[in-house]
């Protein structure tokens, strides 16, 4: 093998999925049984987070946390909070397509075991299943940087005292 062939190798990118598991699920009826007998239909409340760490060089970890509240009137019908993660080998890629692997690529790979687990896990405690609803993380991940640009701009207008710079 010429040297040229095996540099050629050598710089490649790897992208492996290592895992994916269910980190965290809890699932609360504080209202339980009386919220059973409730005719009135529940409004529903979603809160997604997706955060990655890198935890060994190549390796990171990608996670999907939601927070899912159903309410009757002013009841809380349930309560469900669950993280689902992904171990991924990421290597020879780029600093600025690394960013865009983790936020879009990673969590498009997690959220549908997240969905089956929510959806199961909802299922179980005797309500009927909601099923959430799919996410186009790529405009997700966009406003999350819109978000943290907007957020620096207003910390670069302010001092080190928490005032206005003038």
Known sequence: MSDSASSNEAIQPVFNI??????????????????????????VEVQINVEDTQFYENI??????VTLTTRVKD???????AKQAGIFEIQ????????????????NIVYPYLRSNVSDL??????????????NFEAYYQQRLA????????????????????
């Open 18 to 43: 290592q895992r994916i598991y269910l980190k965290d699920a809890s699932l609360e009826l504080p209202n339980a049984p009386q919220i059973f007998l409730e005719t009135e239909a529940p409004t």
């Open 122 to 135: 909802i299922g179980r405690s005797g309500f009927p299943p909601i099923h959430l609803a799919e996410i």
């Open 75 to 81: 009841q809380v019908g349930f309560l469900v909070e």
């Open 60 to 65: 990171y970890e990608v996670a999907i946390t």
């Open 147 to 166: 978000a943290l640009a907007e957020q620096q701009q207003a910390s670069a207008l302010l001092g080190p005292d928490g005032l206005p710079v003038q």
């Open 92 to 107: 020879g890629m780029a600093a600025d397509q690394l960013a865009p692997v983790l936020g879009i690529v990673c969590p």
